[in-house]
Nanobody
Framework: QVRLVESGGGSVQAGGSLRLSCAAS????????MGWFRQAPGKERDFVAA????????YYADSVKGRFTISRDNAKNTVYLQMNSLKPEDTAVYYC??????????????????WGQGTQVTVSS
């Protein structure tokens, strides 16, 4: 049973930073792609960033490129999302997701097989 548990959300002023963590358990993740999505109130759940567990290749949404960094710690089975220069429009619930046996990074929500419970990020102006 795959389990993803996010942590690290909170409230911060614009320009600040937060680091989200996603602890993964339940199986070997070497063939997985791990992603972060976010959902603001009344909006769709949108792709933020993803990383291949094996090679560490990354991909970002244009809206966060240069501000957010996704990384993974294989020994801890944990994926991180470092968020810098936060803006009020980054306010959302952030979800960790896992795409099993994926050949390439997808930005499509429905391609991901497992999801965490989400963690709230609030950025005030």
């Amino acid at each position: 049973q795959v389990r993803l548990v996010e942590s690290g959300g909170g409230s911060v002023q614009a320009g600040g930073s937060l680091r989200l963590s996603c602890a993964a358990s339940g199986r070997t993740f070497s063939s997985f792609i791990m992603g972060w999505f976010r959902q603001a109130p009344g909006k769709e759940r949108d792709f933020v960033a993803a990383i291949t567990w094996s090679s560490g290749r990354t991909y970002y949404a244009d809206s966060v490129k240069g501000r957010f960094t996704i990384s993974r710690d294989n020994a801890k089975n944990t994926v991180y999302l470092q968020m810098n220069s936060l803006k009020p429009e980054d306010t959302a619930v952030y979800y960790c997701a896992a795409d099993r046996d994926a050949a390439w990074i997808s930005v499509v929500r429905d391609e991901y097989d497992y999801w965490g419970q989400g963690t709230q990020v609030t950025v005030s102006s």
